[in-house]
C-alpha cells in the first residue's frame, strides 16, 4: 500500500547513509512511482461524492508528491510543476 511505502522513506534514507550508496533511495523512488500510478488508476479521487474520504485521499496524494520531490532533490534531480 502506498502509505506503508511512504512510511519507509527515513529508513531508506538511513540505509543509504549507513552503506554510502544512493542507489537504494533511487529503487525507492521508482517503487514510490509506480504505487503512485496504481494509486491513481485504482482510486477515484476527484470525482468521490464523500468528502472526508476525497480530502484524505487528496492529503495522501500531496505527502506521496512531496515525499517524491524530496527523494529527487536529494539526488539531485529537479522536478516540473507539470507536464
Do not use: W
Request: hydrophobic fraction near 40%; aromatic fraction near 8%; charge should be negative.
Amino acid at each position: 500500500m502506498v502509505i506503508k511505502k511512504i512510511n519507509s522513506f527515513e529508513e531508506i534514507l538511513e540505509k543509504c547513509l549507513k552503506e554510502s550508496s544512493s542507489h537504494y533511495l533511487a529503487e525507492y523512488l521508482f517503487e514510490l512511482a509506480n504505487k503512485i500510478n496504481e494509486f491513481y488508476e485504482k482510486t477515484p479521487i476527484l470525482k468521490d461524492a464523500d468528502l472526508p474520504r476525497k480530502n484524505a485521499r487528496l492529503l495522501i496524494i500531496k505527502r506521496l508528491i512531496q515525499t517524491m520531490e524530496t527523494g529527487l532533490d536529494i539526488l539531485g534531480i529537479e522536478t516540473v510543476e507539470q507536464l
